[in-house]
């Protein structure tokens, strides 16, 4: 720092000033915030790895519905219809990995007392980011992850085999352990569960 009288020192405002514009503020600031994003990244991921739809699909075929989306019938992998050897998550978690980071470098805000705030540019998804991996099996241009929040048909309709049941129809399953009934064969709906956005909003709450 130059060398000021003392006059200049005691002037309203000179020191907070200086702190506003030092370099090493700025430094210091930007270490913090991307040590936080980082942080905050690791937070999502780890989110989604616990969530319960996540943790049900990773069963495949033949897990539980634990995310009562189904009302304890069958599970969402065979009911969503994916082929047996599949690994939805997977995809889905490569996609939230390639977000939330720092675009360019950081900006300061000035105002009359001098830099007032810094400001940074995120990647962030929203639920159409996940458009191109999240693709029903059966039904082009629409994503499983909108359905699993917003609902999605066919549980009336829908049979899940159990003890060994099924065997002679199993080759028409993509899953190997479900098919779509010609017949109502079940009572009650699909619940929608909030899934990828309900880790997006506990992301910007943490951010705040």
Same mark, same amino acid.
Do not use: C
């Given at each position: @720092?130059?060398?000021?009288? $003392?006059?200049?020192?005691?002037?309203?405002?000179?020191?907070? =000033?200086?702190?506003?514009?030092?370099?090493?503020?700025?430094?210091?600031?930007?270490?913090?915030?991307?040590?936080?994003?980082?942080?905050?990244?690791?937070?999502?991921?780890?989110?989604?790895?616990?969530?319960?739809?996540?943790?049900?699909?990773?069963?495949?075929?033949?897990? @539980?519905?634990?995310?009562?989306?189904?009302?304890?019938?069958?599970?969402?992998?065979? *009911?969503?219809?994916?082929?047996?050897?599949?690994?939805?998550?997977?995809?889905?978690?490569?996609?939230?990995?390639?977000?939330?980071?720092?675009?360019?470098?950081?900006?300061? $805000?000035?105002?009359?007392?001098?830099?007032?705030?810094?400001?940074?540019?995120?990647?962030?998804?929203?639920?159409?980011?996940?458009?191109?991996?999240?693709? @029903?099996?059966?039904?082009?241009?629409?994503?499983?992850? =909108?359905?699993?929040?917003?609902? &999605?048909?066919?549980?009336?309709?829908?049979?899940? *085999?159990?003890?060994?049941?099924? =065997?002679? &129809?199993?080759?028409?399953?993509?899953?190997?352990?479900?098919?779509?009934?010609?017949?109502?064969?079940?009572?009650?709906?699909?619940?929608?569960?909030?899934? &990828?956005?309900?880790? $997006?909003?506990?992301?910007?709450?943490? $951010?705040?």
């Amino acid at each position: @720092m130059a060398i000021v009288s $003392l006059k200049t020192f005691l002037k309203k405002g000179f020191l907070e =000033k200086t702190v506003r514009n030092s370099p090493q503020v700025a430094t210091a600031v930007d270490k913090v915030f991307r040590r936080r994003v980082i942080g905050l990244k690791g937070a999502v991921l780890a989110d989604f790895d616990r969530h319960i739809i996540t943790r049900e699909l990773k069963q495949g075929p033949s897990g @539980m519905n634990v995310s009562g989306t189904l009302g304890g019938v069958g599970n969402l992998f065979s *009911f969503i219809g994916f082929e047996s050897t599949a690994n939805p998550v997977d995809l889905i978690r490569q996609v939230l990995k390639s977000h939330f980071d720092i675009h360019g470098v950081q900006r300061k $805000l000035r105002g009359h007392k001098g830099v007032r705030a810094y400001r940074y540019s995120l990647s962030f998804p929203v639920l159409g980011s996940f458009d191109s991996v999240a693709q @029903m099996p059966w039904e082009v241009g629409n994503s499983w992850i =909108k359905g699993i929040e917003n609902g &999605i048909s066919g549980f009336s309709n829908y049979m899940y *085999f159990t003890h060994g049941e099924g =065997k002679t &129809i199993r080759e028409k399953s993509r899953s190997g352990a479900a098919v779509q009934s010609k017949r109502e064969i079940n009572v009650g709906f699909f619940k929608p569960t909030k899934y &990828i956005s309900e880790i $997006l909003d506990k992301y910007r709450n943490r $951010l705040a």
